[in-house]
Nanobody, 121 residues
Framework: QVQLVESGGGLVQAGGSLTLSCAAS????????ILWYRQAPGQKREWGAT?????????????DYAASVEGRFTISRDNNKNTVYLQMNNLKPEDTAVYYC?????????WGQGTQVTVSS
């Protein structure tokens, strides 16, 4: 049973920064891509960022971002710690949501419990 545990959420003023962590119960290399989603109150869960479980030459993992966060958020991974990070800069009130990490392993989707991010104006 794969377990994903998010942490690092909190209350921050607009323009501030937070770093979220997603710790996995086993090696990240077992998984397909690792993704961050978020869900604001009354809204559907939306995709935010992906770190791809693959390498391009010597450049390391490849990432992808939703337009709403590109240029402000950075996803990264530490394979030694089985952890994926989401560095969030220049936060806006519309970034307020519960943030979840997600992966697929042996054809099953796994989600963490989520961590709340609240951005005050």
């Amino acid at each position: 049973q794969v377990q994903l545990v998010e942490s690092g959420g909190g209350l921050v003023q607009a323009g501030g920064s937070l770093t979220l962590s997603c710790a996995a119960s086993q090696s990240m290399f077992d998984f397909n891509d690792i993704l961050w989603y978020r869900q604001a109150p009354g809204q559907k869960r939306e995709w935010g960022a992906t770190v791809i479980n693959g390498f391009t030459g010597f450049t390391g993992a490849v990432s992808d971002y939703a337009a709403s966060v590109e240029g402000r958020f950075t996803i990264s991974r530490d394979n030694n710690k089985n952890t994926v990070y989401l560095q969030m800069n220049n936060l806006k009130p519309e970034d307020t949501a519960v943030y979840y990490c997600n992966t697929n392993y042996q054809y099953l989707d796994y989600w963490g419990q989520g961590t709340q991010v609240t951005v005050s104006s």
